[in-house]
Structure formats: C-alpha cells, structure tokens
C-alpha cells in the first residue's frame, strides 16, 4: 500500500522590508512521503522568500516536470520556477529552459555540489541561487508541528523566522544572482 501526504496547516504572518510585502498567509501544504521535514520547511522558506499572489507549489517530488514553487501568467507561461535542495547541472538547465527566472534555494553541505555542480551553470542568465545555513535550518525543522505557526521578517537578505520555539536567524548566502 503506498504512503499518502501528509498535511500541514501553515499560518504564516509576512513583513518582507527588502520589497514591502506584508502579508498573513494561510494555506495548507503537502509533505510528500519520501520528503524530510527539513525539506518541507525549505520550501516554506522559498515561499516566504519569493511570495507573490501568484506563487504556488507544484508537485516537486512527485512529477519531475514541476517544480517545488513556481509562478505561472494568465497565458500559462511559467515567469518562475523556484526549485530546492541540489540539483544536478542537467535539471538546472532544462529548468530554466522553461521560465524566464529560476531561483534555487540549495541547503545541506554545498561544498562538494558548489564545485561539480554550481560552477557547470553559471553561463545561465536567469539562474539565482541562495544557500540556506545548516544549523538554524535544522533548529527550524526540529519536531515540526502539524499546524505551523509562524511569524516571519525578511530584512537585508536576513530571514527572521519566529515560532514556539523562538526566533531563528537565516542568513541567506548568495552562491548567484540575486533575489
């Protein structure tokens, strides 16, 4: 019997001062079962990062041809595709094939992926991507509450996640472009 998705209730208060979005979010959000919490909470972060009324989550894991977030036009064209974790060099380049921007917000230990990987793209134009620090990441993530209760400020590429357990501080890492 295959597993199901697991859902989580996200609650989510919004004061983005680097582009003056503020707003209260709520929706619900799949975990697919070969997904890690640390994942789900990645894609969270890639939400809040770059939210818009249009931004939604794809299927990601579980249809190759989707990303994990991604912005679509009236005329279904995709302006961007937003993708997490490490992806190889092969993905990143068929993925920006398809948008007109594609964002990545890459977490774990980069150091290996940076070189074989990061390098081997750079000659893309519309490629940004952002590293999530490990250790408030993996604060964030631990014991994730089925029903997500955050608040959240995003200052000079700082994110500022508060929840029951306090306040967490990313410090994003530019690896290219910009958000």
């Excluded at 500022?160 to 290219?176: A, I, K, S, Y």
């Amino acid at each position: 019997m295959a597993l199901s998705a697991t859902p989580y209730k996200a609650d989510i208060s919004l004061t983005d001062l680097d582009r003056g979005v503020y707003e209260t979010l709520r929706f619900t959000v799949a975990r697919h079962p070969s997904e890690t919490e640390e994942r789900l909470v990645v894609r969270l972060l890639a939400y809040v990062l770059w939210y818009n009324e249009q931004l939604a989550f794809g299927r990601g894991l579980s249809d190759v041809d989707e990303p994990s977030l991604w912005e679509k036009s009236l005329d279904d064209r995709v302006l961007h595709w937003i993708e997490v974790g490490q992806p190889d060099s092969e993905r990143l380049v068929w993925c920006s094939r398809r948008c007109e921007k594609l964002s990545l917000l890459a977490y774990g230990n980069l150091r290996v992926w940076t070189t074989k990987v990061l390098d081997g793209v750079r000659h893309l134009k519309n490629l940004n991507v952002a590293a999530v620090p490990q250790e408030p990441l993996e604060a964030l993530a631990k014991d994730l509450p089925r029903s997500i209760n955050w608040t959240v400020m995003i200052s000079e590429g700082t994110v500022f996640v508060t929840d029951e357990n306090g306040q967490h501080e990313l410090q994003l890492e530019w690896l290219m472009g910009e958000r």
